[in-house]
């Protein structure tokens, strides 16, 4: 029993190590070109879109690849919306009704410039993420947490600032930050850049929890299961 217990622990690690090299054998070359094809294309059919943008793939990792770049290409990040967000989290920190109560009419504009505009902050790409995958048959989840890009002040983030996804692709789950793949906010104007970031797509978990804290520590993907002895 003790060596089927070892040999449980040792395999579900060996899973948490998942990553873009589990992958090396494709060539997202095809799904970036779908992607790129319906360039500009609007969201007012996720259905529609989501077909078009991996009908002709065949395998999940494509096809998911293919949401992600699209999503990365065509959406931009809103500074004033996020900046918007940060002020009202902290300013309701202690107030939950508020906050609730803001955050509900805070949540119909996000996805109403997403749907129209096609700008947003890390919720709606997340949101899209999801959603188109969901609509193709793949699991993906939000992940709600903490983020930054200075890796020192992660642990002293004391309010929720950013959310990303986890999909699962052949049984095995991985981490991708659709926001921070898509472009750069220049702070000198405020305005939003395109510019893909291909690290943060099915990043190793390991590195990507170096500007990465769920707050649930399980879509860390770093932490085994309890493997008991009944």
């Known amino acids: 029993m003790r060596n089927l217990i070892l040999l449980l622990f040792f395999t579900f690690t060996l899973s948490l190590h998942a990553q873009r090299t589990d992958f090396v054998e494709i060539d997202f070359k095809k799904a970036d070109a779908i ?38 290409h ?4 809103d500074y004033h919306m996020t900046s918007q ?32 505009e096609k700008t947003t902050l890390c919720t709606g790409y997340a949101y899209l993420v999801k959603e188109l995958a969901n609509l193709v048959g793949l699991e993906c989840e939000i992940v709600h947490g903490y983020g930054t890009m200075n890796v020192m002040k992660l642990n002293n983030l004391d309010i929720p600032n ?31 850049t395109f510019s893909f970031d291909d690290t943060f797509f099915l990043t190793e978990p390991s590195e990507f929890a170096k500007n990465h804290k769920p707050l649930d520590e399980k879509w860390s993907l770093l932490i085994p299961s309890v493997v008991t002895n009944k």
């Open 35 to 72: 992607a790129m094809r319906y360039q500009g294309e609007e969201l007012k059919s996720l259905p529609v879109l989501a077909l078009r943008l991996t009908a002709q793939l065949h395998t999940d990792v494509e096809r998911f690849r293919a949401i992600y770049y699209w999503i990365t």
């Open 162 to 192: 950013h959310s990303w996804n986890v999909v699962k692709l052949n049984g095995t789950w991985y981490l991708c930050d659709a926001t921070w793949s898509s472009g750069t906010i220049d702070m000198s104007n405020y305005r939003f």
């Open 85 to 116: 967000n940060e002020y009202k989290r902290k300013k309701f920190k202690d107030h939950p009704k508020k906050l609730q109560q803001w955050n509900h009419e805070f949540t119909k504009e996000v996805f109403t410039k997403l749907r129209e």
């Open 74 to 77: 065509n959406v931009r990040g």
